[in-house]
C-alpha cells in the first residue's frame, strides 16, 4: 500500500553539519518500502551543511537541495521545500535530529486510511519529550495562549513531523512563523486534522537556533498577529468557474 504514494520530504536546516548524514541514513532506512525524495533546504548555514549535503546527493539521486543566500527562517525555508517538490504528499522533519524517520510509515498509513478526505493534516504528538526544562516551559506558555486566544487546541503544533497534501499548504496565507500554527491554518480551511503520538530525541549535537525566551515572545507576538489574520483572511473561500 505504502509503495503506491510518493511523498516528498521536506528538511529545512541551519548549522545543522553534525545531524545532517545521520538523519538521511535513518530516512533511508525507514523508507525503505515507500517512494520518495528528499528536499533538504539550506536556510543561509555559515558551517560545513553545504557540503556535507553535496557529498550526500552525490551518493543518492532522490536527495535535493535548495540553497538560501542567507537565512529567512524556518517556515520561508518550509514554503522553498514545499512549493518546488515534485509529489502531492509532503512530510516535513526538524534537521535536528530529535524527530524519529521510523515514525513515517506509520504516519503515511493513517494519512492513506483517511484518504477520501479531499484535504488532510497530521501533526505528530511528542511522548516524554526530550527538550530542556526552560524549552518546555516556554512551549506549555505558548499552548496555553494558543488555545485561549485563537482557539488552536491541537496538542503538540510546535512538532516538527507533520503529514499532509502541498494542495493544502498551497491554500494557507503565508507569513513567517507560520509553522507554528498549521494545524489551527489548515482547521480554518475544514481540513481533517489528526494526531499522531510520535518519538521525540534529546539533541545530540548542534545548537538549537532559538533560545527559550526568545521563542516564547515571539510566539506571544505570532499569536497576535494570528488573531489579525484570523479576522481579515477569507476563510474556506469557494470558488466555481461559471462557463454558461
Known amino acids: 500500500m505504502l509503495k503506491n504514494h510518493n511523498i516528498s520530504i521536506v528538511i529545512p536546516i541551519k548549522n545543522e553539519s553534525q545531524n545532517i548524514q545521520k538523519l538521511t541514513r535513518e530516512i533511508y532506512k525507514a523508507c525503505n518500502k515507500i517512494k520518495f525524495e528528499i528536499i533538504f533546504v539550506n536556510d543561509g548555514s555559515d558551517d560545513n551543511s553545504i ?52 515514525d513515517i510509515p506509520a504516519m503515511l ?42 482557539n488552536d487546541d491541537h496538542p503538540d503544533t510546535g512538532c516538527g513531523i507533520k503529514i499532509f497534501h502541498k494542495k493544502l499548504y498551497l491554500l494557507l496565507p503565508y507569513f513567517d512563523h507560520m509553522h507554528r500554527f498549521l494545524p489551527a491554518l489548515a482547521s480554518r480551511e475544514e481540513a481533517l486534522v489528526l494526531q499522531h503520538d510520535v518519538n521525540h530525541r534529546p539533541r545530540s549535537k548542534g545548537s538549537s537556533n532559538y533560545t527559550n525566551l526568545g521563542r516564547l515572545f515571539v510566539s506571544i507576538f505570532d499569536i497576535v498577529g494570528m488573531i489579525w489574520l484570523l479576522k481579515r483572511y477569507p476563510k474556506n473561500l469557494k470558488i466555481n468557474e461559471i462557463k454558461k
Do not use: W
Open 109 to 150: 498509513k493513517k494519512f492513506i486510511n483517511n484518504y477520501e478526505n479531499n484535504l488532510i493534516m497530521i501533526g505528530g504528538v511528542r511522548v516524554n519529550r526530550k527538550d530542556n526544562l526552560g524549552k518546555k516551559i516556554a512551549s506549555k506558555f505558548g499552548k496555553f495562549f494558543r488555545k485561549k486566544l485563537i
Open 51 to 102: 557540503n556535507i549535503l553535496k557529498i550526500l546527493k552525490k551518493e543518492n539521486r532522490n536527495l535535493r537541495i535548495l540553497n538560501h543566500n542567507c537565512s529567512k527562517g524556518q517556515s520561508a525555508a518550509l514554503k522553498t521545500g514545499i512549493h518546488n517538490s515534485s509529489y502531492e504528499i509532503i512530510v516535513t522533519l526538524d534537521g535536528d535530529c530529535q524527530n524519529d524517520p521510523k
